[in-house]
C-alpha cells in the first residue's frame, strides 16, 4: 500500500487532512482520513457512493466539524475556525457543488459575481464585466448570464458553477462528482475546463468523483476512500497498478470483488 | 421496558430542539448589530413582507372592522349605540384584532415562504455555497429577513388599524344610518394612544417571531423536498402558536392592574 502522505516531490503541503474522524449520530462516515494535497497539485479523491467524500470536502471547507482530528491548510490548523475567520480562510477557496448550487433568486451573471460584489466588495458593473469574461471562459454567451438559473440545462449549471468557483481566482478550488448527471461528451467537456482553468489559476484542486474517465483526466494523484479511510494513494499513471484489490474493483466497476455494496444504508 | 421511557424521550427531544433554536435566536441577533449589513436583501425582504402583505392585511382588518359593527349593534339595545358601537370598534381593531390577524394572516404568507425558500437553500446547498463564498448565511439570509419582519409588521397594523376602523365606519353609517361626522369624532374620543401603542410592540414581536421561526425551521430542515414541506408547516404552526401566547403575555404587561 502507497503511503497516503507521499506528495508530489518536494512541494509544500497545501491542504492536509490528520486523522479526520466524523460520525452522524452512531453513523461513522469517516474513521480516520490521512491526505495530503501539496500545493499547485490536483488530487482526485474515488470512492463509491455514499462512502463520505463530500462530507470529507465539507470537513475541509468547514461546514462541518470533524468530530476528530484536524485539518490544516497553508500549514496553519483551520479546523476550529469560525466566524470571519473562516469568512477570510474562504476566500482561498473555490468550490463547484455537486448540483452546481446556483442562487435561483439571482440572474446567472450576479451568481457568478457573487464572490466578487459581496466579498471583496468589487462595484458592479465591474463585477459584471469580470463575470462574463468567466462565463466565456466557460464557453457561455454573455446572454446566458441574464438568464435565472432555472433555465438552465444540467451541462451549463455546470458550467455557471465553474465560472462563480473561479471568479475570484481562488489558489484552492473543489469539485464534487463535477460531471455526474452529464452525457458522456458534455462529461469531458467540463473535464477539460477544470483542467484548462486550475491549470491558468495555477490552484491546488481536489476533486471527488466516482467517474474514472473523469479522475484520469484530472488527476496528477488518485486516492480512493473506503471505510472512511484513504486506502490507497499514488500517482495517476499508477493506478492500475496499484497492487490493492479495492482499487483494481472499483476502477473496474466490477461487482464481485472485496467491496460488498451495502444494499441497505445503516 | 418502561413506559414512561417514550414519553421522556420525548420531552428530551422537545428540550434539545428548544435549546437548539434559542441557539439559533442568539446567534441571529447578535449578526443583527454586526456589520457586514445587507441593504440590497432588507429592502427585498422590506417589500415582499410590507408591500406585498398589504392587500391581504387590509381584506381581513376590513371586514373584520364590519363584522365587529354588526355584532357590536345585535348586541346591544339601548340608546348609546351610536358611542358603543364607534368605541368598541376602535378600541378592539387597534388592541387587538389588527395585530393578532396581521400577524397570523402574514404567518402563513411569509413564514411558510421564508421556510420554503431557505429550506431549498439548504437542501440544494446553496446556504455551503454561500459559505465558500465568504459570505456569513445568517447575515445575508435570516438578519434581513428578521429586521424586516420586525420593522414591517408594526406598518401593516398601522395600516390594518385605520381600514378595520374604516370597515366599522361603512357599516355603521351606511347600513345603520349613524351620522358621518358624528362616528369619526366618536371613533376619535375613542381612540387611546395606549391602545395603538400596545398593538405596535404586540405587531413588532409577532413580526420578529414570524420571521425567526420561518428561518430556524428553514435553515435546519433537511432530507429532500419533504423535508421542506415538513418546515414551511412546523415554521407556520409553531409561529402561529407563538403569536398567540405573545399576544397574552404583552396584553397582561400593558392592561393588568
Ligand atoms: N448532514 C448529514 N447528516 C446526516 N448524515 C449525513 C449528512 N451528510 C452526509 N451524511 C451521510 O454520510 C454518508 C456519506 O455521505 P456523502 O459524503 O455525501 O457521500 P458521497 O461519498 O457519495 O459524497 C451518507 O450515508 C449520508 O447519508
Ligand atoms: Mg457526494
Not at chain 1, 73 to 88: A, I, K, Q, W
Not at chain 1, 98 to 117: I, R
Not at chain 2, 107 to 132: F, H, K, P
Request: proline letters at 4%; hydrophobic letters at 45%.
Amino acid at each position: 500500500m502507497t503511503d497516503p502522505q507521499a506528495t508530489a516531490a518536494g512541494r509544500p503541503a497545501k491542504i492536509e487532512l490528520r486523522d479526520v474522524h466524523k460520525a452522524f449520530g452512531s453513523k461513522h462516515v469517516l474513521n480516520g482520513v490521512d491526505l495530503t494535497i501539496a500545493e499547485g497539485e490536483s488530487v482526485v479523491v474515488i470512492g463509491g457512493s455514499g462512502t463520505g467524500k463530500s462530507v470529507m470536502m465539507k470537513c475541509i471547507l468547514g461546514l462541518l466539524k470533524p468530530d476528530a482530528g484536524s485539518v490544516h491548510v497553508d500549514g496553519r490548523d483551520t479546523t476550529h475556525l469560525s466566524g470571519s475567520e473562516r469568512d477570510r480562510l474562504m476566500r482561498h477557496f473555490g468550490m463547484l457543488f455537486q448540483g452546481a448550487a446556483l442562487f435561483d433568486s439571482l440572474p446567472v451573471w450576479q451568481n457568478v459575481a457573487f464572490g466578487l460584489t459581496q466579498a471583496k466588495r468589487l462595484a458592479r458593473a465591474e463585477a459584471k464585466d469580470i463575470a462574463l469574461s468567466k462565463l466565456a471562459a466557460v464557453g457561455l454567451g454573455p446572454e446566458v448570464g441574464e438568464l435565472s438559473p432555472a433555465e438552465l440545462s444540467g451541462g451549463m449549471r455546470k458550467r455557471v458553477g465553474l465560472a462563480r468557483a473561479i471568479a475570484t481566482e481562488p489558489d484552492i478550488i473543489f469539485f464534487d462528482e463535477p460531471t455526474t448527471g452529464l452525457d458522456p461528451i458534455m462529461g469531458d467537456v467540463i473535464n477539460d475546463l477544470i483542467v484548462k482553468c486550475v491549470r491558468e489559476l495555477g490552484a491546488t484542486a481536489l476533486s471527488i468523483t466516482h467517474d474514472m474517465a473523469s479522475a484520469r483526466k484530472i488527476a496528477d494523484r488518485i486516492a480512493m476512500i473506503y471505510g472512511g479511510r484513504i486506502i490507497w494513494a499514488g500517482p495517476v499513471s499508477e493506478i492500475d497498478r496499484s497492487g490493492n484489490d479495492y482499487v483494481d474493483q472499483f476502477i473496474n466497476g466490477r461487482a464481485e470483488g472485496p467491496i460488498q455494496m451495502q444494499i441497505r444504508e445503516g | 421496558m418502561n413506559p414512561l421511557a417514550p414519553i421522556g424521550r420525548a420531552f428530551i427531544a422537545f428540550m434539545h430542539g428548544v435549546g437548539h433554536f434559542a441557539v439559533f435566536a442568539v446567534q441571529a441577533l447578535s449578526h443583527c448589530v454586526r456589520p457586514p449589513f445587507y441593504p440590497r436583501q432588507i429592502l427585498r425582504q422590506v417589500i415582499d413582507i410590507g408591500y406585498y402583505s398589504l392587500p391581504v392585511v387590509g381584506m381581513t382588518t376590513l371586514f373584520t372592522g364590519m363584522v365587529l359593527a354588526i355584532q357590536a349593534y345585535s348586541g346591544i339595545t339601548d340608546v348609546g349605540a351610536e358611542v358603543a358601537i364607534p368605541t368598541i370598534v376602535v378600541v378592539a381593531v387597534t388592541r387587538e384584532l389588527a395585530p393578532v390577524l396581521a400577524g397570523l394572516m402574514v404567518a402563513g404568507r411569509i413564514g411558510a415562504s421564508m421556510a420554503a425558500e431557505i429550506g431549498t437553500m439548504r437542501v440544494t446547498e446553496q446556504i455551503d455555497a454561500l459559505n465558500t463564498l465568504s459570505t456569513n448565511p445568517m447575515k445575508y439570509l435570516v438578519v434581513p429577513r428578521l429586521i424586516a419582519g420586525a420593522l414591517m409588521l408594526p406598518c401593516l397594523v398601522l395600516v390594518g388599524d385605520v381600514i378595520g376602523t374604516f370597515g366599522g365606519y361603512l357599516i355603521g353609517v351606511y347600513r345603520l344610518g349613524f351620522n358621518a361626522s358624528a362616528y369619526l369624532s366618536n371613533t376619535w374620543d375613542a381612540l387611546e394612544t395606549i391602545g395603538v401603542i400596545s398593538g405596535l410592540v404586540k405587531a413588532a414581536a409577532f413580526g420578529f417571531t414570524i420571521a425567526v421561526m420561518g428561518c430556524y425551521h428553514g435553515y435546519t430542515s433537511r432530507g429532500g423536498a419533504q423535508g421542506v414541506g415538513a418546515a414551511t408547516t412546523n415554521a407556520v404552526v409553531s409561529a402561529s402558536i407563538l403569536i398567540l401566547i405573545l399576544n397574552y403575555v404583552i396584553t397582561e404587561l400593558f392592561f393588568s392592574r
